[in-house]
């Protein structure tokens, strides 16, 4: 199957017959609003601006979580699965749901975690990353970090240690392009950060630090990063404006696609990889 996220429900592709299936609220999805997919087993999650749709393909079955049944939030941004936890990130903070204790736990500002607005989740073996970006100041629509508390940073990235059940964060002054992160990708030794408007951070898990950046000035088309999904030797990168960049790292050499190459548009909101196939 390959299940695709939209403004007006879910499409899913059953990829041995070429048959399309389309879900929205008649079928029992929370909301056509659909901002994330993802894969777990014989469930489905989706993350919309209404909580969360979990469907069973298996027996056809949908369940919905909502604010009521233990999320920070309704307004639900990315998911990602980590064995026997989900991980939701909201506009309220950090949820995780523990699949056989069928209970949620709460990450937030007063916690530790550098704001509510959680854009990206990231997980590896050893650590969970999380994206955050401003809190919109809920009085006025406009971006606005809130004043930082002494000795805190702003928005940028957390990092959850799974042994030591313990928190670090990143911001700007860590080495961080720039804190309001859109997406995050895990390598064998890097882990590659996308932000919304200041292009791409690169941190060395063996240095234990950022070391480097990539802007328009030097590689990037754009510095207006969606998403960025890694495959192998090889880097893609989605862009808000300027289509998708390829980078292959063996030979350190950047390759860009556009709608000239036949892209369907140069606006990518997401890239994920599958076999010999990248969509």
Not at 7 to 12: A, I, L, T
Not at 32 to 46: K, L, M, R, T
Not at 85 to 92: H, I, L, M, P, Q
Not at 160 to 167: A, G, N
């Amino acid at each position: 199957n390959v299940w695709i996220a939209t403004d007006k429900g879910v499409s899913r592709l059953i990829r041995k017959t070429g048959e399309w299936i389309h879900y929205t609220r008649l079928d029992g999805l929370v909301s056509d609003e659909v901002q994330a997919v993802a894969i777990d087993g014989q469930w489905v999650w989706f993350a919309t601006n209404n909580g969360v749709s979990r469907f069973d393909t298996a027996t056809t079955q949908w369940r919905t979580f909502k604010k009521k049944d233990g999320l920070a939030s309704d307004t639900v941004y990315c998911i990602a699965v980590d064995g026997n936890y989900v991980w939701f990130g909201t506009d309220r903070g950090l949820n995780r749901y523990d699949k056989q204790l069928d209970s949620w736990a709460l990450r937030s500002k007063k916690d530790g975690l550098s704001t509510n607005t959680v854009k990206a989740i990231a997980v590896e073996a050893e650590y969970v990353w999380v994206g955050t970006q401003p809190d919109i100041n809920q009085n006025r629509d406009f971006w606005g970090g809130g004043p930082r508390e002494k000795g805190k940073p702003g928005a940028g990235v957390n990092r959850y240690h799974r042994l030591t059940d313990s928190w670090n964060s990143y911001s700007k002054a860590d080495g961080l392009a720039d804190d309001k992160i859109k997406t995050i990708a895990v390598g064998e030794d890097e882990v590659w950060f996308g932000t919304r408007n200041d292009g791409i951070s690169i941190y060395s898990k063996t240095d234990q630090t950022f070391v480097k950046s990539y802007t328009k000035t030097d590689v990037l088309s754009s510095n207006e990063i969606e998403s960025i999904a890694m495959d192998g030797n090889q880097v893609w990168i989605g862009t808000a404006n300027a289509g998708v960049q390829r980078y292959l790292k063996t030979v350190n050499t950047w390759v860009k696609y556009t709608t000239a190459d036949g892209l369907a548009s140069n606006h990518i909101t997401f890239i994920t990889v599958y076999g010999n196939e990248v969509w």
